[in-house]
């Protein structure tokens, strides 16, 4: 077998294994997409039954609460149950005026009780609730919050709206000291019971009103 045929049977081999290397990679990535979709899949399902479970526990929780205070207190030491850092706080509105109501105490409170809370004026309020939206620090402060930075160090937040009928009732505010923000995961459990709650409040709402008027 002369010299030029031996060249020309490594260089076909060569180009073979060059080629078959090339169709296993191509095969492997594809094998890695398929893998990775079917976790991202499972992953966003498994977070979707967490949040229909996390959503079902919060409506077993408030069911049969026919008094506005006894139902922000049972919301808010829910909540506070699942992110055990965190304060839970619920401004509602009122006419020209709003109501502060927190997980610790089943009663409404002046606003020099707390420190955070005690930041949030009737136009701060009103822009949350304008903005219909999950609203951070960063937009907060935007709206006008007043804070002294050294009072309240670092702080992690986020205003969760209420809503009934595209009327906005008040929002949940939610937050803790560090700099680790809330999960999106977190958020979206809480929007997931918004929807239950503000329905009970605007039903404790109405059945205070008809007790007034009685």
Same mark, same amino acid.
């Given at each position: 077998?002369?010299?030029?045929?031996?060249?020309?049977?490594?260089?076909?081999?060569?180009?073979?294994?060059?080629?078959?290397?090339?169709?296993?990679?191509?095969?492997?990535?594809?094998?890695?997409?398929?893998?990775?979709?079917?976790?991202?899949?499972?992953?966003?399902?498994?977070?979707?039954?967490?949040?229909?479970?996390?959503?079902?526990?919060?409506?077993?929780?408030?069911?049969?609460?026919?008094?506005?205070?006894?139902?922000?207190?049972? +919301?808010?030491?829910?909540?506070?149950?699942?992110?055990?850092?965190?304060?839970?706080?619920?401004?509602?509105?009122?006419?020209?005026?709003?109501?502060?109501?927190?997980?610790?105490?089943?009663?409404?409170?002046?606003?020099?009780?707390?420190?955070?809370?005690?930041?949030?004026?009737?136009?701060?309020?009103?822009?949350?609730?304008? +903005?219909?939206?999950?609203?951070?620090?960063?937009?907060?402060?935007?709206?006008?919050?007043? +804070?002294?930075?050294?009072?309240?160090?670092?702080?992690?937040?986020?205003?969760?709206?209420?809503?009934?009928?595209?009327?906005?009732?008040?929002?949940?505010?939610?937050?803790?000291?560090?700099? =680790? =923000?809330?999960?999106?995961?977190?958020?979206?459990?809480?929007?997931?019971?918004?929807? +239950?709650?503000?329905?009970?409040?605007?039903?404790?709402?109405?059945?205070?009103?008809?007790?007034?008027?009685?």
């Amino acid at each position: 077998m002369t010299d030029n045929k031996i060249k020309n049977r490594r260089k076909k081999l060569l180009l073979l294994v060059k080629n078959v290397n090339k169709k296993r990679k191509k095969q492997a990535k594809k094998i890695d997409i398929l893998c990775n979709d079917f976790i991202t899949a499972q992953r966003n399902f498994i977070g979707k039954l967490n949040t229909i479970s996390f959503k079902a526990d919060f409506c077993e929780s408030i069911v049969a609460i026919a008094k506005l205070d006894n139902l922000l207190y049972a +919301a808010g030491k829910f909540v506070q149950n699942e992110f055990e850092d965190a304060n839970v706080s619920f401004f509602i509105r009122k006419t020209n005026s709003f109501e502060l109501h927190l997980s610790q105490s089943d009663q409404p409170i002046t606003m020099q009780d707390q420190q955070l809370e005690n930041c949030f004026t009737n136009e701060v309020v009103e822009s949350i609730c304008k +903005a219909n939206k999950i609203c951070s620090i960063e937009n907060l402060f935007e709206f006008g919050l007043q +804070a002294n930075p050294s009072a309240l160090g670092k702080i992690s937040a986020a205003t969760i709206p209420l809503g009934r009928q595209g009327t906005s009732i008040g929002f949940m505010l939610l937050y803790h000291l560090g700099e =680790n =923000n809330f999960t999106k995961e977190d958020l979206n459990n809480l929007s997931a019971i918004t929807p +239950a709650l503000s329905k009970a409040i605007t039903n404790c709402k109405a059945l205070a009103d008809l007790q007034i008027q009685k």
